[in-house]
C-alpha cells in the first residue's frame, strides 16, 4: 500500500497565482485532513472532509477550498496566493472520527514570493 | 478543545529511558490522548493513544494519573533515530490540536 500520497512535493508560486495540492489514499478511508505547519510551529487544521461530498472547515480555512468527490482524493485549492500561505502542507486520513490513528501524506513545501 | 503544555526541548543519552511529560488541565471526558512523532521533512506518525491508566505498545508506553490532568509518554532506551519532535494531543471526534511539540535530541 502506498498510504497517503502528495503531489507535488515543492512548489513555488507567485502573488496572486493559484493552485490545487493533490491529495490521494489508498486505505480506503472515510476521513481526510489537510493541516499546514509554519516553521518551528506545530500543525493547523485547515479543512476536513467527512466523506465523498461531505467537507467542513477546520481552525485556518481562509484563502483555502477543497472539495471531495471520491473516497480516495481529497485536493485542497489555494485561490489568489499570499505570502501568509507560505508554509508546508500534509495531508492526512484515518478510518473514522474518534479515536483512531491518522496517517500522514510526506507533506508538499509551498512557498508564495 | 484544552489547551496542552510539553517542554519546549530534552536532551538525552542513547541507552536512557525518557519521559516527556504533558499538561492538560482542562481537558474533556470525551477527549483522548495521543502522541505523535514528526521528523524533519516529514508528516507525524502516530506514537500511542489512550485515555486513562497506562498504555503500552511495542515502541512506548503513556502515563495517565486518575485526574487524567497530565501524561507521560515513556520511551525505553532511546537511540539516535529517536531524535525528533514529539507532539501530545487531546483528540476529540474531528478536533484535534497540535502545539509546539518537544524537540528530544539524543546524543551518542
Known amino acids: 500500500n502506498a498510504g497517503v500520497t502528495q503531489t507535488p512535493k515543492f512548489r513555488i508560486l507567485k502573488i496572486g497565482q493559484s493552485m490545487t495540492l493533490q491529495c490521494t489514499q489508498d486505505?480506503?478511508?472515510?476521513?481526510m485532513y489537510w493541516y499546514r505547519q509554519d516553521p518551528g510551529m506545530g500543525l493547523k487544521l485547515i479543512y476536513y472532509?467527512?466523506?465523498?461530498?461531505?467537507?467542513d472547515k477546520g481552525e485556518v480555512p481562509n484563502g483555502y477550498n477543497v472539495s471531495r468527490s471520491t473516497t480516495e482524493d481529497f485536493p485542497l485549492r489555494l485561490e489568489l496566493a499570499a505570502p501568509s500561505q507560505t508554509s508546508v502542507y500534509f495531508c492526512?486520513?484515518?478510518?473514522?472520527?474518534?479515536?483512531?490513528?491518522?496517517?500522514f501524506g510526506p507533506g508538499t513545501r509551498l512557498t508564495v514570493t | 478543545l484544552a489547551k496542552t503544555t510539553q517542554p519546549i526541548s530534552m536532551d538525552s543519552y542513547e541507552g536512557q529511558e525518557v519521559n516527556i511529560t504533558c499538561s492538560h488541565n482542562?481537558?474533556?471526558?470525551?477527549?483522548?490522548i495521543t502522541w505523535y512523532q514528526q521528523f524533519p521533512s516529514q508528516g507525524p506518525r502516530f506514537i500511542i493513544q489512550?485515555?486513562?491508566t497506562k498504555v503500552t505498545n511495542e515502541v512506548a508506553s503513556l502515563f495517565i494519573p486518575a485526574d487524567r490532568k497530565s501524561s507521560t509518554l515513556s520511551l525505553p532506551r532511546v537511540s539516535l533515530s529517536d531524535t525528533a519532535v514529539y507532539y501530545c494531543?487531546?483528540?476529540?471526534?474531528?478536533?484535534?490540536?497540535f502545539g509546539a511539540g518537544t524537540r528530544l535530541t539524543v546524543k551518542p
Open positions: 494531543l487531546l483528540y476529540n471526534n474531528n478536533d484535534m490540536r
Open positions: 489512550g485515555y486513562k
Open positions: 482542562n481537558i474533556a471526558t470525551n477527549d483522548y
Open positions: 472532509s467527512v466523506g465523498a461530498g461531505i467537507t
Open positions: 486505505m480506503n478511508h472515510n476521513y
Open positions: 492526512a486520513s484515518s478510518y473514522s472520527a474518534g479515536p483512531y490513528e491518522q496517517y
